[in-house]
């Protein structure tokens, strides 16, 4: 028996505030464990169903039309609306499972899905609507991500973490970073703020979708009032865990942060972020640093975008192959996302909250409170 399999499989992130997800798609059910609270933090089951809800499939008729309704069910660690600083464990079930949907993936293989590769690293795989490479993964993540949206407030009195869509396909919203806040995200299905676009992208989505087709697009996510300090020089830079955390969400295909690639495309006179005093506190003038330097956050908005491919599963005839090696071809006939972004908003939102709460007690745990305000 492979002993090591088990010790690397990668269902746990973060140190300090650290999230194990569990869980299939078809399963009894999808949950988390947290681990790493702090005691006494505020957090009622309605806070966390609220980030459920905006993940959760059937929201309208631009996602997919499995119905759950996702309602969690919070097993451990809080005790009369209160953190108990003891490991909170949250579940939820699945209801609206079809395994019949998917008999025919029992054999053949999605292209630009995770049934090859599953299948070729152990051997097995639940086919029954993608296992855990399902999207339903994420709502452990989700839950987590409600709980350390809760803890950073306490730690921070000005945080907020917003995130949106940016742009679908070749649809590019305008929107204002530092303005932007949720409530103007969730004025539409799409969770676009840029309403024209927004239109433009439903329209687009539709259409795509009656064509049996996919389309991808970015998120981009802006986290402000955290304090410079948080990130660890050299493997845990702070950009490099959210990073990792936007790489480790289903369909995620590129990360920047700041100027990103544009950064390629400038000069240091022009990329450089001046250094000034503002309200008795040491800012920049410019954020082409994304609120990061060095890995360790300078007190600027943290702002990074996510790119999304389109979603693998589409209605289009493929060329693929089955278990046993035979050429054949595959038309998917299952409910699926036509473009996945609108879903993922609050899964990008929960991961950065993830990062920032895990670097936030690893703040605290040196024993520093942070030298510059
Ligand atoms: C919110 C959300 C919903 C998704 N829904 C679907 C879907 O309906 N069909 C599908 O094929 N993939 C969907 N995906 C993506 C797959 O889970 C993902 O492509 C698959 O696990 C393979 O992993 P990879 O794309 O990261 O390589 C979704 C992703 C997200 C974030």
Same mark, same amino acid.
Not at 71 to 86: D, H, Y
Not at 231 to 256: H, I, N, Q, R, Y
Not at 279 to 301: C, D, L, W, Y
């Given at each position: 028996?492979?002993?090591?399999?088990?010790?690397?499989?990668?269902?746990?992130?973060?140190?300090? /505030?650290?999230?194990?997800?569990?869980?299939?798609?078809?399963?009894?059910?999808?949950?988390?464990?947290?681990?790493?609270?702090?005691?006494?933090?505020?957090?009622?089951?309605?806070?966390?169903?609220?980030? #459920?809800?905006?993940?959760?499939?059937?929201?309208?008729?631009?996602?997919?039309?499995?119905?759950?309704?996702?309602?969690?069910?919070?097993?451990?660690?809080?005790?009369?609306?209160?953190?108990?600083?003891? !490991?909170?464990?949250?579940?939820?079930?699945?209801?609206?499972?079809?395994?019949?949907?998917?008999?025919?993936?029992?054999?053949? @293989?999605? !292209?630009?899905?995770?049934? /090859?590769?599953?299948?070729? &690293?152990?051997?097995?795989?639940?086919?029954?609507?993608?296992?855990?490479?399902? *999207?339903?993964?994420?709502?452990?993540?989700?839950?987590?991500?409600?709980?350390? &949206?809760?803890? #950073?407030?306490? @730690?921070?009195?000005?945080?907020?973490?917003?995130?949106?869509? *940016?742009?679908?396909?070749?649809?590019?919203? &305008?929107?204002?970073?530092?303005?932007?806040?949720?409530?103007?995200?969730?004025?539409?299905?799409?969770?676009?703020?840029?309403?024209?676009?927004?239109?433009?992208?439903?329209?687009?989505?539709?259409?795509?979708?009656?064509?049996?087709?996919?389309?991808?697009?970015?998120?981009?996510?802006?986290?402000?009032?955290?304090?410079?300090?948080?990130?660890?020089?050299? @493997?845990?830079?702070?950009?490099?865990? #959210?990073?990792?955390?936007?790489?480790?969400?289903?369909?995620?295909?590129? /990360?920047?942060?700041?100027?990103? /690639?544009?950064?390629?495309?400038? +000069?240091?006179?022009?990329?450089?972020? !001046?250094?000034?005093?503002?309200?008795?506190?040491?800012?920049?003038?410019?954020?082409?640093?994304?609120?990061?330097?060095?890995?360790?956050?300078?007190?600027?908005?943290?702002? @990074?975008?996510?790119?999304?491919?389109?979603?693998?599963? =589409?209605?289009?005839?493929?060329?693929?192959?089955?278990?046993?090696?035979?050429?054949?071809?595959?038309?998917?006939?299952? +409910?699926?996302?036509?473009?996945?972004?609108?879903?993922?908003?609050?899964?990008?939102?929960?991961?950065?909250? =993830?990062?920032?709460?895990?670097?936030?007690?690893?703040?605290?745990?040196?024993? #520093?409170?942070?030298?510059?305000?």
């Amino acid at each position: 028996m492979p002993v090591l399999q088990y010790a690397q499989m990668g269902n746990t992130f973060g140190r300090l /505030f650290r999230v194990t997800t569990f869980g299939e798609s078809h399963g009894g059910g999808i949950g988390v464990v947290i681990d790493g609270c702090p005691p006494n933090i505020d957090i009622s089951d309605a806070e966390i169903q609220r980030e #459920l809800d905006r993940r959760r499939p059937g929201q309208s008729k631009l996602t997919t039309q499995r119905k759950e309704e996702d309602r969690c069910e919070i097993l451990s660690g809080v005790f009369e609306g209160k953190t108990l600083g003891t !490991p909170i464990a949250i579940l939820v079930c699945n209801k609206d499972a079809r395994p019949e949907d998917y008999l025919e993936i029992a054999r053949k @293989f999605r !292209p630009s899905h995770a049934d /090859f590769t599953y299948e070729a &690293k152990y051997g097995i795989r639940n086919w029954q609507g993608g296992g855990r490479a399902s *999207a339903r993964e994420t709502i452990g993540r989700v839950a987590a991500g409600a709980v350390a &949206k809760k803890i #950073l407030p306490a @730690f921070y009195s000005e945080f907020e973490i917003v995130a949106y869509v *940016a742009q679908v396909h070749e649809i590019i919203a &305008k929107i204002n970073r530092s303005t932007v806040k949720m409530r103007d995200v969730e004025q539409n299905a799409i969770r676009c703020p840029d309403a024209a676009a927004a239109k433009k992208m439903a329209s687009l989505i539709e259409q795509i979708r009656g064509e049996g087709d996919s389309v991808g697009g970015v998120i981009e996510c802006v986290a402000r009032g955290v304090p410079p300090g948080l990130g660890e020089p050299v @493997f845990d830079k702070l950009e490099a865990d #959210l990073a990792k955390a936007m790489l480790s969400l289903p369909a995620t295909k590129g /990360f920047e942060i700041g100027s990103g /690639f544009t950064a390629t495309r400038m +000069r240091g006179s022009e990329h450089n972020d !001046p250094f000034e005093m503002r309200g008795g506190k040491i800012r920049t003038a410019t954020n082409n640093s994304g609120g990061v330097q060095g890995g360790i956050s300078n007190g600027e908005e943290i702002y @990074f975008r996510v790119a999304f491919k389109p979603t693998a599963t =589409i209605a289009h005839e493929q060329k693929t192959v089955t278990a046993s090696r035979e050429q054949t071809k595959l038309a998917e006939r299952g +409910r699926h996302d036509p473009c996945v972004l609108p879903r993922a908003v609050p899964i990008v939102e929960a991961m950065a909250a =993830i990062v920032l709460c895990d670097h936030a007690l690893r703040q605290k745990a040196i024993g #520093l409170r942070g030298r510059w305000k």
